[in-house]
């Protein structure tokens, strides 16, 4: 999948084997920074010409309480406590493809959250879910596309 936000020049591109196998690379001023998820092990590096002097170089380990999902991540409703309200959408064509559109808001100890989510017509697998502020503008988007692709994802050593 594919996350931007608002105001991040740069998108993150996130890779998924199930069970247990991410893969997301964030680039920015000059910087790309890669973390890699097996299991209960994490590796991150950083490389690029904006880094800070005294970066450590290669794979760092993490320790477990370190890892965590990506910030602005769309919310799950199965997991929600309290209402969730989902609304039919008109459908929309996203790079070619024609999706179902709906629109959840879960209200529970917070504010309410709301999301747009776009699901593919003849696969019925999601294609884009947007998070709104709370004024209704889009915050961030996530793109998902190359459902079952083959993708190969090896936790590195550290150092």
Same mark, same amino acid.
Not at 17 to 23: C, L
Not at 31 to 36: D, Q
Not at 118 to 133: C, H, Q
Not at 147 to 158: E, G, V
């Given at each position: 999948?594919?996350?931007? &936000?608002?105001?991040?020049?740069? !998108?993150?591109?996130?890779?998924? $084997? =199930?069970?247990?196998?991410?893969?997301? @690379?964030?680039? *920015?001023?000059?910087?790309?920074?890669?973390?890699?998820?097996?299991?209960?092990?994490?590796?991150?590096?950083?490389?690029?010409?904006?880094?800070?002097?005294?970066?450590?170089?290669?794979?760092?380990?993490?320790?477990?309480?370190?890892?965590?999902?990506?910030?602005?991540? &769309?919310?799950?409703?199965?997991? !929600?406590?309290?209402?969730?309200? $989902? =609304?039919?959408?008109?459908?929309?064509? @996203?790079?070619? *493809?024609?999706?179902?559109?709906?629109?959840?808001?879960?209200?529970?100890?917070?504010?309410?959250?709301?999301?747009?989510?776009?699901?593919?017509?003849?696969?019925?697998?999601?294609?884009?879910?947007?998070?709104?502020?709370?004024?209704?503008?889009?915050?961030?988007?996530?793109?998902?596309?190359?459902?079952? !692709?083959?993708?190969?994802?090896?936790?590195?050593?550290?150092?």
């Amino acid at each position: 999948m594919k996350i931007a &936000a608002t105001g991040q020049p740069e !998108a993150i591109v996130m890779e998924k $084997v =199930n069970p247990d196998r991410t893969r997301m @690379i964030i680039q *920015a001023q000059g910087v790309s920074m890669e973390t890699i998820v097996v299991g209960n092990e994490t590796r991150t590096r950083m490389s690029g010409t904006g880094m800070p002097a005294g970066s450590p170089a290669g794979w760092q380990c993490q320790p477990a309480q370190a890892q965590v999902g990506p910030r602005g991540s &769309a919310p799950d409703p199965t997991k !929600a406590k309290g209402e969730v309200t $989902v =609304n039919r959408l008109a459908d929309a064509t @996203i790079d070619g *493809a024609k999706t179902r559109g709906y629109q959840y808001t879960m209200k529970s100890d917070g504010p309410p959250v709301q999301s747009r989510v776009f699901v593919l017509v003849d696969r019925s697998l999601p294609r884009r879910t947007e998070v709104l502020d709370n004024s209704g503008n889009v915050e961030s988007t996530f793109d998902y596309y190359d459902f079952n !692709a083959p993708i190969t994802i090896d936790l590195p050593k550290c150092g």
